[in-house]
């Protein structure tokens, strides 16, 4: 069995290097990429003591598996893959946009949870340890990538985790249908999605430590959306509002 495993994507690496550097045995970055983003990992595996190299795209995609890995990939211990809310807040460089899925059991939609949560930026995805699926090799083919490049929580206790977000200054919003309308509702600022299994939605306890109920206006139909068809929506309407709200600000 192999003591090493390769990491890929921002997220995935600088959080791994923040929580435990000395997994990290060497971290390849695109030669090409001289951006602020590339620069503040490369000093961040620096002052972990860890070797930093330059790499072509043909490197990146023969170390990484695949093309998805946005010119940096990590060889890291296998065995260290434990995640802490507290180790994704603290590599935050914007306001945070994390998905909570309550009670996901299909593995497809967990798989296509993270592809949507890496296709438009999610810091994190929280998930719960008991009555839902974990990251397993069905979630890792679904995701297509994603289940190494966005970092999965697992927590033993939901609703503790949705108090700590809102302790971290987070907006937990529940995606509810009956809830005020997602064209209509601010979220421009550091939220959480928090989604529920498709047919039973979202806990009464999970329902309860949610700021706001937020619904997806539908206009044919049908009166629910998958889960991982809803996460893609609410992901997305969020980075489309952040940016309008940036594009609109007054020039200093």
């Not at 090493?4 to 970055?29: C, I, K, M």
């Not at 949560?117 to 999610?122: L, W």
């Not at 974990?134 to 190494?148: C, I, L």
Request: aromatic content about 4%; some cysteine.
């Amino acid at each position: 069995m192999s003591t090493t495993r390769v990491l890929y994507g921002f997220h995935a690496v600088a959080a791994q290097l923040r929580r435990q550097p000395a997994s990290v045995h060497a971290v390849y970055v695109a030669a090409s990429r001289q951006d602020a983003r590339s620069r503040a990992l490369i000093a961040e595996a620096s002052r972990a003591g860890c070797k930093v190299n330059d790499a072509d795209e043909a490197k990146l995609v023969e170390l990484a598996g695949s093309d998805r890995h946005q010119g940096v990939v990590a060889i890291v211990d296998a065995a260290v893959r434990h995640l802490t809310l507290d180790d994704v807040m603290e590599s935050l460089s914007e306001p945070a946009l994390l998905l909570v899925l309550d009670g996901v059991t299909d593995p497809h939609n967990l798989g296509a949870c993270l592809r949507s949560a890496d296709a438009f930026g999610a810091h994190a995805v929280i998930v719960p340890k008991d009555r839902a699926v974990g990251v397993n090799a069905t979630v890792a083919k679904a995701a297509s990538g994603a289940a190494d490049t966005v970092p999965v929580i697992t927590v033993t206790n939901l609703a503790r985790t949705l108090r700590d977000l809102k302790a971290h200054g987070v907006w937990v919003l529940g995606a509810d249908a009956g809830g005020e309308n997602l064209f209509d509702a601010d979220i421009t600022g550091p939220v959480a999605w928090v989604l529920g299994a498709e047919g039973s939605g979202l806990r009464r306890l999970t329902r309860e430590h949610c700021d706001r109920m937020v619904g997806i206006p539908l206009s044919g139909t049908v009166t629910s959306l998958n889960v991982a068809v809803a996460t893609g929506i609410c992901l997305f309407a969020t980075r489309r509002a952040r940016a309008i709200t940036v594009r609109s600000l007054p020039l200093s």
